[in-house]
């Protein structure tokens, strides 16, 4: 995992196989950004191949948390996610914040 920052976001970087050791240590870098007020993130995971039910757990987490907070939060999603996500029925959950590429997102956004 990369975190990096863009304008006003902390983007978190996945790739690989996001399993529930990747799935925690994420949660624990989102609750230290919010501990310093820092609540607007990019869960980007387009190099991402797999993703276990921890690890969407973890970017819901994160999700929840930047709006409890008046943040705003989004996601970048691969094929393989996207299928994911719909098959479990949770593509709704990311209806309003959900982006097919980086470079979509950022048009969208103007950043």
């Given at each position: 995992?990369?975190?990096?920052?863009?304008?006003?976001?902390?983007?978190?970087?996945?790739?690989?196989?996001?399993?529930?050791?990747?799935?925690?240590?994420?949660?624990?870098?989102?609750?230290?950004?919010?501990?310093?007020?820092?609540?607007?993130?990019?869960?980007?995971?387009?190099?991402?191949?797999?993703i276990?039910?921890?690890?969407?757990?973890?970017?819901?987490?994160?999700?929840?948390?930047?709006?409890?907070?008046?943040?705003?939060?989004?996601?970048?999603?691969?094929?393989?996610?996207?299928?994911?996500?719909?098959t479990?029925?949770?593509?709704?959950?990311f209806?309003?914040?959900?982006?097919?590429?980086?470079?979509?997102?950022?048009?969208?956004?103007?950043?």
């Amino acid at each position: 995992m990369k975190i990096s920052k863009l304008d006003r976001f902390y983007v978190f970087s996945l790739s690989g196989c996001i399993r529930w050791t990747e799935a925690r240590c994420l949660e624990k870098e989102v609750e230290k950004l919010v501990k310093r007020d820092e609540v607007n993130f990019i869960f980007d995971l387009e190099r991402v191949k797999l993703i276990c039910s921890g690890g969407i757990g973890a970017i819901v987490y994160g999700m929840k948390l930047a709006n409890s907070k008046r943040g705003e939060a989004y996601l970048v999603s691969a094929d393989c996610i996207d299928y994911t996500l719909k098959t479990i029925g949770l593509d709704v959950v990311f209806e309003n914040c959900y982006f097919r590429s980086f470079e979509e997102l950022k048009r969208e956004l103007k950043i």
